[in-house]
C-alpha cells in the first residue's frame, strides 16, 4: 500500500513491513534510479504508521518550530486520510 511518494507499507506472513524510498543519484548530482528499503517491521498497521510518524518528525532535525508544526500536520492529514480509505 503507497502511503506517500517517500513510503509504503508491504506485509509477509508475520509482519507488516515500513518501506522508505531511497533515490540513488549520478556522482553528477542527476538521478540514477530508486529502491524500497525496509526501515521498520512491525506487528500491526497502527504501529507502522507511528513510526513513520516519529521518523518524519525527527528528520526534521526538531531545530526549527516552523518546519516541525507543518510536518505534523502533514503527517496527521494523510493518516486521516488512510484511514477513510480503508473503512
Known sequence: MQINDD???????????????V???KEDGTPKGEHWEPTGYYSNFEQALQD???????????????KVCP?????????????????
Open 23 to 25: 533515490v540513488m543519484k
Open 7 to 21: 513510503y509504503r507499507i508491504e506485509s509477509d506472513p508475520l509482519n507488516i513491513i515500513l518501506l522508505r524510498r
Open 71 to 87: 510536518k505534523v500536520a502533514e503527517l496527521n492529514r494523510l493518516i486521516k486520510e488512510l484511514r477513510m480509505n480503508i473503512r
Open 52 to 66: 513513520m510518524v516519529r521518523k518524519e518528525i525527527f528528520g526534521t532535525g526538531l531545530n526549527n518550530f516552523k
